[in-house]
């Protein structure tokens, strides 16, 4: 119990770190904003510990099943540190800093072909932004799309050649996915393929969707501004870390689908053998 609630603090302090990083790293941050930072950082950080420190979870999936929350945590707050970085050295320099920029340009640059999310994210800044600003945005988007990239790889590699989930121990379906309903009605193997291929179809769309959505919203509702650093990096963040959590979400659900299936198999072809026998 009590390892389990250190680990459950432990966890809390690094999403609430997560989510105050960018308002303790950049500057020129307000008083109200750093207390709406604050607030939010305690909320989550909050959740974080009440949902790990139970014996079951209630809403994060695949809490018993690591890497994947872990990579996609490390993903996030790489993302995170990065931008955050980035947009600390453009008003206070570093080597560190311009390493990063510099670093950034060029994947941004490689990523800005026709057709590319990242050519629809420098596309959506509004009219009139500087040739700095594009510039900024275009490294902010590449190194957000690198990262989520590299993440993607680096779990279908472990699914594919470290036999995740089941290399250190048996999977527990019903504590590892408190949201999918059983009872639901329809066979668990082929809902599962069909949430697999839901998520990994929205993770493939959404990089495009978003900059369109974007674009709309900031013509008709709320002008997109790139003044604010904060907006920036949450916006860039978001745009690629949430369709690679959807592909890696798809791709764990095909490869439960798989072991369910091929357990049924063995069950079917030893009743088999023992209809025969009989």
């Given amino acids: 119990m009590i390892k389990r609630m250190v680990a459950a603090a432990a966890r809390a302090f690094l999403v609430a770190l997560l989510i105050a990083m960018p308002a303790m790293m950049l500057p020129g ?4 904003t750093a207390q709406m930072v604050a607030l939010l950082a305690l909320i989550a950080s909050v959740l974080t510990f009440v949902e790990y420190v139970a014996e079951y979870p209630s809403l994060i999936e695949f809490r018993d099943a690591a890497p994947f929350n ?14 955050s970085l980035i947009a600390r050295g453009e008003v206070y320099p570093t080597g560190l800093s311009q390493t990063l920029s510099a670093m950034g340009h ?6 800005d072909f026709p057709f590319s999310p990242v050519r629809l994210m420098v596309l959506m800044a509004p009219e009139g932004a500087s040739a700095a600003d594009l510039t900024l945005l275009r490294t902010h988007a590449g190194l957000a799309y690198l990262v989520s990239l590299m993440t993607l790889l680096v779990f279908v590699a472990t699914v594919r050649l470290l036999s995740w989930p089941i290399r250190h121990g048996a999977f ?18 082929r809902r599962l393929k069909r949430d697999s291929h839901v998520n990994v179809a929205l993770g493939f769309l959404l990089p495009f969707l978003i ?11 709320y002008p997109m501004s790139m003044d604010d650093p904060q907006t920036m990096i949450w916006m860039m963040t978001a745009w690629a870390f949430l369709p690679a959590s959807l592909i890696m979400r798809g791709v764990a659900l095909m490869r439960i689908a798989d072991l369910i299936e091929e357990k049924r198999r063995r069950a079917y072809a030893l009743a088999e053998l023992q209809a025969q026998a009989v």
């Fill in 29 to 32: 941050v307000t008083s109200d």
């Fill in 70 to 83: 872990r990579m996609r945590f490390l993903a996030l707050f790489a993302t995170i540190l990065l931008l």
């Fill in 106 to 111: 060029s994947i941004g640059d490689a990523m």
């Fill in 172 to 189: 527990n379906f019903w504590v590892n996915l408190p949201l999918f309903d059983p009872t639901a009605g329809g066979d668990v193997l």
């Fill in 211 to 221: 900059p369109a959505v974007l674009k709309l919203a900031s013509e008709y509702a």
